[in-house]
């Protein structure tokens, strides 16, 4: 049944209209659940877990709250695996290997990928329902959908654009994260075209709010009290925040990942599908800037995540963030060293029931 604008906060038993962003990797379980503690709702980031990690992180969190939570998944499709294209990409890679010394031949590749979303993951999630299944790019097959929703789920999907806020509304999706041009992390699209459509959180938040029916959540950009007032007063119900919680004790940020956010202003951060295959935000470094955009040769998401793997554990050892991803939104602030309940505080009005 769809849910009634106003009423998404009640429905998700909500004191405050903060949902932290699931970041898979980053956010941590403790944070997922100071977040529920706080009034707010905290989100599993589940892209790339295996079924087993799925019912763990579950039942993890339920163990340290009572209060509703949700996971979230990548709806990528099957990438199709093309030996030419990944033995270019291992060439375009191999001067940073060999600068950092690094054996390469170990990147594994699975020889079927599979989809984001798919049969196991969906019975995983229906034998333990935490109340909301969130989704990047898309929404999965209708008969998934709707075995979520007879779980229990409310869905919830990121639109990029007004058309994929209208095309998530017919697909029977319950509520519409609209994520502007300056959310931090991967950028949710999934219609053709939708590339070209981008814009920033308020000029999207609005003109989805007037496009659909659906209750609507802000996201990009927003790290302080004036831009969760600003989001709500275009009509958004609640904000999905990720690049501020990065910097909360809970995240789990590799060694120099910090580092490199806190010297940084928003002005340094760039849209780049070099990394994995995908646009996604994160910090200006020497990768961004040598590799620039790389649509066409990079493999398909997501298994250009498997070759910058080794880049990844390099510089959590040498604490350098020069040649692996620091994701990361336009709008960082220093917020301090806050907890991640000290945080949702912050970004509560203070008229929120
Ligand atoms: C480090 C990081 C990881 C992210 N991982 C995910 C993810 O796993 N799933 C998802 O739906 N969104 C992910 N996002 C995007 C967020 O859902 C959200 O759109 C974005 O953080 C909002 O913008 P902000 O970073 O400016 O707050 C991620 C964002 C960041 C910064």
Known sequence: MAIERGRLLSVLGMTSPVIQAPMAGFASLDMVAAVCEAGGLGNIGAAMHSVEDIE???????SRTN???????FNHPAPL?????????RRRLQPYFDELQLDAQDIALPSRPAPGFGEEQCAAVERDCPGLVSFHFGLPDAAYVARLKHAGAVI?????TVAEAVWLEAHGCDVVIAQGLEAGGHRGHFLPGSENRQRGTFTLVPQIVDATRLPVVAAGGIGDIRSVNAALALGAEAVQVGTAFLSCAEASLRPGYLKALQRSSGEET????AFSGRPARALSNRFTQELGMHEDEVLSFPLGMKFIAPLIRAAAQSHASDLAPVWAGQGIRPNGALTAFQLVGRLTPIDTV
């Open 56 to 62: 763990r992180d579950i039942a993890s969190v339920r």
């Open 67 to 73: 209060r509703r939570f949700g996971i979230n998944f």
């Open 81 to 89: 695996r093309d030996l030419d294209d990944e033995h270019a990409w």
């Open 156 to 160: 919830m999907s990121s639109a990029t």
């Open 270 to 273: 760039v849209l780049t599908s």
